[in-house]
């Protein structure tokens, strides 16, 4: 048999990068670890599950319809948004979760030379689509656990082409307001295109919190994310969106890869739109789970971030990834926070009351008792 | 920083004699091009001459071979390329061609000879591309000047950077005056040398300065492996005991390589000032020194990623072993059992031998298992004492169940398991060190 030769094909930026590996599926880590159980909070899903309707739509999909093509453009989905935020459907692309979104961004706008701006601790995948596009990353380090503006203002140079915004930041759930984003907008005055990822958005209750879609006309060089995965509950069936001025989603859609998203993800996002409730039994849930997680990390004298989000970022006196094999050993799995540049610290996943209470027994299990407060 | 790509030259030619000389003035005028003092152009030239006649004994007719110069700033490094088919494997032992019995016919051994010229020697198969052995000769440096180093002091503030090619030389020389030898891997002595190693982008550097330029300490880390980072330091000069340095010094090493394929760091000098939280100890390595001297280094290690466990490969006599490390580890493994159920065994094994000279080390790697292993390792080891090389590593790679057919052979011979690296070769790779009592 001849042998490709590789080294002759592959591009030099393809030859730096290495493949990200997912984990392994629940039952081969279950084996491995020798667990009976495996309680999630790695990924920041919702342990509610979807909206009663998206359910609904997932339950009753008629096989047959499996072998039709969904719709390629997302076509209703498209509609309703645009209803539900007072936009154009042209406004809305759709993509096979928010990362494909990152991926069609960066390939309208960049070329050779050019390079993006985001933080050095955030979520990887502006950094790591940038750099396997053959893109360079600029990072700006975070400033008290947030992005910081003046840093990535500085950062700009002629071949900067975008700035990735995580609002609220992942892993840390710091955020800029409505003044600090417009402030920062001002300050780009349309030169670049300024990328705000609300994934998380929906978790957000604070007043101040901008909502990035509603500043879309003022700003048309500013692109909003947003996901199914997190609030809605629709993390397996891939699928997010962008938002942006008619003109600039144009020019994405170039890039765009259609036929991406399944037919029930788009009837199940659809459907999702519509249900409050769900949206507020989730904040609930992430409330109290937060508060009693909180008090029993204040209790262990483990340092920890709270920020908006589902989720907590902890600091252990171990490094997380041994923290993580002793927490999987008892069927709990963390997210360590080494790739998110955060050594030592795990992020946990907000979940329902019993998972709460089984991690934190778990985590006793691992971490020294702290001496106990002098009471003065 | 990203490794710069690598100036190389390269000759392909035919396996034999009659080319000799072009390859010897090959590599000769390759290596000073390529920015070798002639001394050291020389000396790997000779080796050359050693390799080059090996092969043309060994191959058949119109066995082709490519032989590539290439620089890395501080060594020229020259690889012997050519397809294992037409080849005797056994022939490329260390021990292949004479009796180690008889010491007249040592010094007829090519391949030890070359391997005398340079700090470093390698023989390695790539499964389905041949062979490719290697030559490393490094530029000859001036040791450090500790005299012109000036003092330091403890800085309330500092910032961690990027070091420029003088702030090397100077963190170079503060780390010999304020460090013990065990703590210094050998190239620190030699500052124009670990300023070509950065420069060249195979070894990367953090540096603590104060506001004005005052150094504090620093870090040094380079890609040990195909899966490992190791790391040398941090290194702190006259730093309170409550400073935060250490760990910023670390946190920027992780930060560097935390986006990368890295499975793990290790280090392998570690000084006091490592925070060890960030660490697991795994165990630890002899090393001799020139006096005779021995050194107990305790190599400790941490995952960069989360592990998602694999299966191993072992024989019976490493089970007992390996389930208490990875029990000790809380590693997931699953460890299957290779066992010998009378299957034809080729007759010959194959040993590959790296050796670094300057610190005197030899480490074996397995090439092919064979019937004779008992014998081919008490002859290669044999051997190694006459070259007065004592401190003698083996590495298993336990994704290989081949490789683990090398056990009893290691445990007879006097080696034993002394720590296991996760991931570090294909899977986990298990040291052995020559020496059952060595502390």
């Given at each position: 048999m001849k042998q490709v030769r590789l080294e002759n094909l592959v591009p030099d930026h393809i030859k730096h990068f290495e493949a990200y590996i997912p984990s392994k599926p629940d039952d081969e880590l279950k084996k491995l670890y020798g667990c009976s159980r495996l309680i999630r909070l790695n990924n920041n899903e919702n342990p509610l599950g979807p909206p009663k309707a998206s359910r609904e739509i997932i339950d009753r999909f008629p096989p047959p319809h499996a072998s039709i093509y969904p719709s390629g453009d997302v076509y209703h989905l498209r509609y309703k948004l645009a209803d539900k935020f007072g936009l154009h459907p042209d406004q809305f692309l759709v993509g096979n979760g928010a990362n494909e979104a990152i991926s069609f961004v960066i390939k309208a706008f960049c070329q050779e030379g050019d390079n993006i701006i985001t933080a050095d601790k955030t979520f990887a995948v502006y950094e790591w689509v940038a750099e396997f596009s053959g893109f360079q990353a600029w990072l700006v380090p975070l400033v008290n656990f947030g992005f910081d503006d003046e840093g990535m203002l500085r950062q700009i140079d002629e071949r900067t082409k975008i700035l990735f915004i995580c609002n609220p930041n992942n892993p840390t759930g710091s955020y800029w307001s409505e003044g600090r984003l417009r402030d920062f907008l001002d300050r780009i005055a349309g030169r670049q295109i300024v990328v705000v990822d609300e994934a998380y958005c929906e978790f957000v209750e604070n007043e101040d919190y901008p909502d990035g879609i509603k500043m879309i006309h003022e700003y048309p060089n500013l692109v909003v994310f947003r996901t199914f995965s997190k609030m809605y509950a629709l993390a397996g069936l891939r699928i997010g969106y962008l938002v942006g001025d008619r003109e600039v989603v144009d020019i994405i859609r170039r890039t765009c890869v259609v036929y991406s998203v399944n037919t029930v993800a788009q009837a199940a996002a659809l459907a999702a739109l519509d249900d409050q409730e769900h949206i507020l039994r989730t904040r609930d849930m992430v409330r109290r789970g937060k508060e009693f997680l909180s008090k029993e990390l204040e209790l262990m004298g483990l340092p920890f971030v709270n920020g908006q989000g589902n989720f907590i970022m902890i600091k252990l006196p171990m490094s997380d990834s041994l923290a993580y094999r002793k927490l999987m050993a008892q069927g709990m799995m963390v997210r360590t926070m080494t790739g998110f540049r955060f050594p030592n610290y795990i992020r946990i996943t907000i979940s329902k009351m019993d998972a709460m209470e089984a991690f934190v027994e778990s985590l006793a299990k691992i971490v020294p008792t702290p001496t106990p407060r002098r009471k003065d | 920083m990203k490794e710069k790509t690598k100036q190389y030259v390269s000759l392909n030619v035919q396996a034999d004699a009659v080319f000799l000389p072009l390859a010897t003035s090959f590599v000769e005028n390759a290596a000073v091009g390529l920015g070798l003092g002639h001394a050291e152009a020389l000396s790997l030239t000779l080796a050359t001459e050693e390799i080059f006649s090996y092969l043309c004994q060994m191959a058949l007719p119109d066995q082709a071979i490519e032989i590539r110069c290439s620089s890395g700033g501080y060594y020229v490094r020259a690889d012997f390329h050519f397809s294992v088919?037409?080849?005797?494997?056994?022939?490329?032992?260390?021990?292949?061609?004479?009796?180690?019995?008889?010491e007249a016919s040592l010094e007829e051994m090519g391949l030890l000879i070359a391997s005398r010229s340079v700090e470093r020697f390698q023989i390695a198969e790539e499964k389905g591309r041949g062979v490719q052995l290697t030559l490393v000769k490094e530029k000859k440096y001036p040791a450090s000047d500790e005299e012109t180093v000036p003092p330091s002091r403890p800085l309330p503030e500092f910032s961690i950077q990027g070091p420029n090619p003088e702030e090397v030389k100077l963190f170079t020389l503060l780390v010999n005056r304020h460090y013990q030898g065990k703590v210094i891997p050998g190239f620190f002595k030699f500052p124009g040398k670990v300023v070509d190693m950065v420069n060249e982008g195979e070894y990367q550097a953090a540096l603590a300065l104060g506001p004005t330029g005052q150094m504090g300490g620093g870090i040094v880390w380079h890609w040990a492996g195909l899966n490992t980072v190791e790391c040398f330091g941090p290194y702190l000069f006259k730093q309170n005991p409550d400073s935060n340095m250490a760990n910023d010094l670390l946190e920027a090493c992780l930060g560097a390589i935390a986006r990368t394929h890295a499975v793990g760091l290790i280090s392998r000098y570690p000084t006091e000032d490592l925070p060890q939280e960030h660490f697991e100890p795994l165990g630890s390595l002899t090393i001799f020194n020139q006096e005779g001297s021995t050194t107990s280094l305790t190599s400790y290690f941490r995952q960069m990623q989360e592990d998602p466990g694999t299966s191993v490969w072992s024989h019976t006599e490493l089970e007992f072993f390996l389930r208490e490390e990875y029990a000790r580890l809380v590693l997931p493994r699953e460890i299957r059992l290779v066992k010998d159920l009378g299957e034809t065994k080729s007759p010959f094994s194959v040993l590959s031998a790296e050796f670094d000279r300057s610190q005197k080390i030899v480490t074996l790697r397995p090439i092919r298992p064979g019937a004779d292993a008992d014998k081919n390792m008490a002859n290669h080891l044999k051997l190694f004492t006459e070259e007065s090389l004592r401190s003698v590593f083996f590495e298993m790679d336990l994704a290989q169940p081949w490789q683990t057919e090398f056990t009893p052979t290691l445990l007879k011979n006097g080696f034993t398991p002394r720590l296991v690296l996760p991931y570090a070769g294909q899977g986990d790779l298990v040291i052995f060190q020559l020496g059952d009592k060595l502390s």
């Open positions: - | 088919k037409d080849f005797n494997m056994r022939a490329f032992n260390l021990t292949a061609t004479v009796s180690v019995d008889d």
